[in-house]
């Protein structure tokens, strides 16, 4: 059997109908169905981009010094991390690599357990079975079974935007490190909390000063519009993050020189930060209010990019109840067997390709 069979379909191939369907409707397709972001990359991040594109020589695995600091700084002055060193932080090209990767470079095989949120974004699950690991599916640590080696959650999430409240994520900090488990909180919607507040597994007031077994892994993808910068990190244990830039080395995963250099310019600049966070949040209002209208009930959603929608019937019959009116959005069932009901609606659209999306919803 390849490797490619042992992997879920991937999941988009499965919308091709819908896709056809909205791409018929007069005014063009509405896409909502994916988290790409559409807004410009900040000129801070392009301009620092430019002045590094002389770099003829090989970058540092665990990033320069100058990307190091900037990542401890932000740790430290946006989110209120503990004392971090640069033995805790490294680099990843991109959260998805790393989230993909990371039971694999943590040396997870047969037998080996990891533990998913119920409904998650699907590389968790893949990521377990390049490692041919098992995955058990908890939103509480009272429902795991037998000591997983990793776990990972998810705050904000995706893809229902549910934010952990600080005493969930102080218990699974507690399983984690009375079992030695890896606790890996995929961080990189921090910014974008709207109903509650977001907080890094990296905060004292959740881990009590000790982040023995904890890593957080965020992205500026979303953060700074820079997906195609492949531009990520994790910082926590510095065993564990040491392990991984050893592995790392190896194995060429290499975040290129000027896309650190545009790293610590993204980094520290929350300006622009702070303007995405209020695109979002217009483009969010306005979306929530014309589902509401058409009959949708948005459930969880206090963060993240999207809002979580249902019908309170099968989610692929509202994906073609939107596609009739030339909206795509991702059905739940892409993100596990727990989510059936809903559907998933990006707010990266343009502002005008929202208002069409509106119209259509209110009409």
Known sequence: MSLS???????WDTLAGARALAGSHEGGIVDLSVGTPVDPTPGVVREALEAASQAPGYPAVWGTPALREA?????RGRWGSVEL???NVTTAIGTKELVGWLPTLLALGPGDSVVLPRIAYPTYEVGALMARARTQRCD????VSGSPRLIWINSPANPHGAIAPLELLRRWVRFAQEHGAVLAADECYAEFAYDAPARTILDPAVNDGDITGLLAVQSLSKRSNMAGYRAGFVAGDASIVDELTAVRKHLGMIVPAPVQTAM???????RHVDEQRARYAARRARMRAALERAGFRIDHSEGSLYLWATQDGPGRESIDW??????????????????TDHVRISMTAT?????????????
Not at 264 to 269: E, K, M, T
Not at 330 to 339: E, L, M, N, R, V
Request: a negative charge; zero cysteines.
């Open 85 to 87: 060193g640069e033995h």
């Open 322 to 339: 939107l596609a009739g009116r030339g909206i795509l959005a991702a059905p739940g069932d892409f993100y596990g067997p727990h989510a």
């Open 264 to 270: 610590v310019a993204a980094l520290g600049d929350q």
């Open 140 to 143: 509480d640590p009272d429902e």
């Open 71 to 75: 990542i401890i700084s932000y740790l």
């Open 351 to 363: 502002d005008e390709r929202i208002a069409a999306a509106v119209d259509r919803l209110t009409a």
């Open 5 to 11: 069979q042992t992997l879920p379909a991937f999941p």
